[in-house]
């Protein structure tokens, strides 16, 4: 099951990563960096939870 949760947050990786990339050819600095942090929060905080939380 931890298998199937850490490729969905690949993948929401990879999306949040397009639109940071959109973002950054527009020359929208501010947006590119909220998305950024934005994606490691959302993929650090279930693995931290998930790992942590191993009993």
């Not at 639109?19 to 929208?28: I, V």
Request: hydrophobic share 65%; proline share 2%; no cysteine.
């Amino acid at each position: 099951m931890r298998y199937i949760v850490i490729v969905f947050l690949l993948l929401v990786a990879i999306y949040l990563m397009s639109f940071a990339k959109y973002n950054w050819s527009k020359k929208n600095r501010t947006a590119t960096i909220g998305v950024v942090l934005l994606m490691l929060v959302s993929i650090a905080l279930p693995l931290v939870v998930m790992f942590a939380n191993r009993g």
